[in-house]
């Protein structure tokens, strides 16, 4: 009886240490890892999926067609300005 005698304190301590121990661990992770997890977690949200990076780049291509015409639009509004005005030299600028 005298080994299991040394084991009751020993158990004792171990029952307050253990849980203590690992809420310790826990908060620690918590507080820790928590704002690493959440930028990890944010970055692959930000990529989004194949179909999304798809659609903007369908957008970005008819923007750049709309811009596209609209400088041909310029261009042919401003080749008129300058034949109504009289003004046969090309680079000649608009007043």
């Known amino acids: 009886m005298n080994g299991f005698e040394v084991l009751i304190p020993l158990f004792g301590i ?16 918590r507080f ?27 957008d970005l291509s008819e923007q750049v067609q709309l811009l596209s015409e609209q400088v041909a639009r310029l261009e042919q509004t401003q080749e008129f300005d300058r034949k109504l005005l009289g003004d046969t030299s090309r680079g000649a600028p608009v007043p």
Do not use: E, N
């Open 32 to 58: 820790a890892l928590g704002p690493l997890v959440d930028k990890i977690a944010k970055a692959l949200h930000d990529l989004g999926s194949p179909q999304d990076a798809q659609g903007q780049l369908r």
């Open 14 to 29: 171990l029952l307050v240490l253990v849980p203590v121990t690992g809420l310790t661990f826990v908060l620690t992770a």
